[in-house]
């Protein structure tokens, strides 16, 4: 592809601007925007991407444009990338603007909800942070006043002209939330990788061998960082109450606080905290079941994860979620009631021919989410964007 000195694509050629915090690192949006990405330049697009990181291979039609400033923490990271990533976009941006989440002041012309800030506000006990302590917890509630001012800048007509979600259940949050909004909203499911997540003999006997567990322990998996949200204390107690049961814990947090939550049920020896891992495909690999009692989400991408592995899902009924899991065929929804929970895991621990048939119809329904579908609606979508009967285009000064 070839562009105008001025930036601007030639004549019949395609471009698109992705404005994100990070691109490709570890986490589900950041895994997502790496896949949309290079598939669009493979489809020829040139592809413009202002973030703080972006692991896209190099490829000639791309062009890294990077927001320089701290990752963390939030309340100082997220104004300054605002800033900076809006200057950027407008001096630098071509094409389809699409933005992820509200993180700056510019138009775009869409813009994908990954969680939706007004919405889990509505939940006054949750607050997003990584420990209990009082600078965590300051930081976390700065961030979330400066996420819904910054959302209510971006979800209004004028600003975006397209809002689109991960899930049903996310558009209607957004619906309830940005009245204005709701006759811009598309939902986009984002894609599993069915190869990357599939069952495999070899990882599941390695990964045992190294957290010491036995070829036939009953393993419970659990996947994400937000703990106090996605539910690790319940998940603790439920697993507490299971004999010859093992809780494997992926993902950043409190370690020490919930650690402590294990030793006091009297399961400290069989709850294994593994950390942020890179090959988390393996630990899914390892697993029997997979436990997620969480109280919010848009989309549940470990589930989605764990479904395409061939595990059996025990999650709760949130966003997301039900496009993937049908109770009794491949899991069961469950709520935060630890006995409760405790009971599907022993009729999954007990009944081996009931766990195989629930974990291939996981994988089964998980390919139904292939990455070419989430690919082929967004570019749909810019492509009906750029029509000529829709003005507006293109980054604009913030």
């Given at each position: 592809?070839?562009?105008?000195?001025?930036?601007?694509?030639?004549?019949?050629?395609?471009?698109?601007?992705?404005?994100?915090?990070?691109?490709?690192?570890i986490?589900?949006?950041?895994?997502?925007?790496?896949?949309?990405?290079?598939?669009?330049?493979?489809?020829?697009?040139?592809?413009?991407?202002?973030?703080?990181?972006?692991?896209?291979?190099?490829?000639?039609?791309?062009?890294?444009?990077?927001?320089?400033?701290?990752?963390?923490?939030?309340?100082?990271?997220?104004?300054?990338?605002?800033?900076?990533?809006?200057?950027?976009?407008?001096?630098?941006?071509?094409?389809?603007?699409?933005?992820?989440?509200?993180?700056v002041?510019?138009?775009?012309?869409?813009?994908?909800?990954?969680?939706?800030?007004a919405?889990?506000?509505?939940?006054?006990?949750?607050?997003?942070?990584?420990?209990?302590?009082?600078?965590?917890?300051?930081?976390?509630?700065?961030?979330?006043?400066?996420?819904?001012?910054?959302?209510?800048?971006?979800?209004?007509?004028?600003?975006?002209?397209?809002?689109v979600?991960?899930?049903?259940?996310?558009?209607?949050?957004?619906?309830?939330?940005?009245?204005?909004m709701?006759?811009?909203?598309?939902?986009?499911?984002?894609?599993?990788?069915?190869?990357?997540?599939?069952?495999?003999?070899?990882?599941?006997?390695?990964?045992?061998?190294?957290?010491?567990?036995?070829?036939?322990?009953?393993?419970?998996?659990f996947?994400?960082?937000?703990?106090?949200?996605k539910?690790?204390?319940?998940?603790i107690?439920?697993?507490?109450?299971?004999?010859?049961s093992?809780?494997?814990?992926?993902?950043?947090?409190?370690?020490?606080?919930?650690?402590?939550?294990?030793?006091?049920?009297?399961?400290?020896?069989?709850?294994?905290?593994?950390?942020?891992?890179?090959?988390?495909?393996?630990?899914?690999?390892?697993?029997?079941?997979?436990?997620?009692?969480?109280?919010?989400?848009?989309?549940?991408?470990?589930?989605?994860?764990?479904?395409?592995?061939?595990?059996?899902?025990?999650?709760?009924?949130?966003?997301?979620?039900?496009?993937?899991?049908?109770?009794?065929?491949?899991?069961?929804?469950?709520?935060?009631?630890?006995?409760?929970?405790?009971?599907?895991?022993?009729?999954?621990?007990d009944?081996?021919?009931?766990?195989?048939?629930?974990?291939?119809?996981?994988?089964?329904?998980?390919?139904?989410?292939?990455?070419?579908?989430?690919?082929?609606?967004?570019?749909?979508?810019?492509?009906?964007?750029?029509?000529?009967?829709?003005?507006?285009?293109?980054?604009?000064?913030?």
């Amino acid at each position: 592809m070839r562009i105008r000195r001025d930036g601007s694509a030639a004549p019949g050629q395609s471009a698109v601007t992705v404005v994100a915090n990070d691109v490709g690192t570890i986490g589900g949006m950041e895994g997502q925007l790496k896949e949309l990405v290079a598939e669009l330049l493979n489809r020829r697009w040139h592809v413009t991407v202002i973030a703080r990181t972006c692991l896209v291979p190099s490829h000639p039609q791309l062009q890294w444009v990077r927001v320089p400033g701290p990752g963390r923490p939030f309340s100082i990271a997220f104004p300054w990338f605002a800033l900076c990533a809006s200057i950027l976009l407008w001096r630098r941006g071509r094409g389809i603007v699409h933005t992820t989440g509200a993180i700056v002041a510019n138009r775009s012309d869409l813009s994908t909800v990954h969680l939706c800030h007004a919405g889990i506000s509505t939940k006054t006990d949750l607050v997003r942070a990584r420990s209990t302590a009082l600078h965590y917890r300051i930081n976390g509630l700065l961030g979330a006043r400066m996420s819904r001012a910054a959302e209510r800048w971006c979800y209004r007509p004028g600003i975006t002209r397209l809002l689109v979600t991960v899930s049903k259940g996310a558009a209607d949050e957004i619906g309830h939330h940005f009245p204005a909004m709701r006759g811009a909203v598309a939902v986009i499911p984002n894609s599993v990788d069915a190869h990357r997540f599939r069952p495999n003999p070899e990882a599941r006997e390695r990964v045992r061998e190294e957290l010491s567990l036995a070829p036939d322990a009953f393993v419970v998996l659990f996947v994400g960082g937000d703990w106090e949200r996605k539910g690790l204390a319940v998940a603790i107690r439920a697993v507490a109450r299971v004999q010859r049961s093992h809780l494997v814990v992926v993902g950043a947090g409190d370690t020490h606080r919930f650690r402590r939550i294990a030793e006091e049920t009297r399961v400290g020896d069989r709850t294994h905290f593994v950390g942020v891992i890179g090959h988390v495909q393996d630990l899914y690999a390892a697993a029997d079941v997979f436990l997620l009692p969480s109280r919010y989400e848009t989309f549940s991408m470990v589930t989605y994860e764990a479904a395409a592995t061939s595990l059996p899902l025990l999650v709760t009924r949130v966003s997301g979620v039900e496009e993937i899991l049908v109770d009794g065929v491949n899991g069961r929804y469950i709520t935060c009631d630890p006995e409760a929970i405790a009971e599907r895991l022993r009729t999954l621990r007990d009944d081996t021919h009931l766990r195989t048939s629930m974990g291939a119809k996981s994988r089964d329904l998980a390919s139904h989410f292939a990455q070419t579908n989430m690919v082929d609606r967004y570019e749909e979508l810019y492509r009906r964007l750029h029509s000529p009967s829709a003005p507006g285009l293109g980054a604009t000064r913030p």
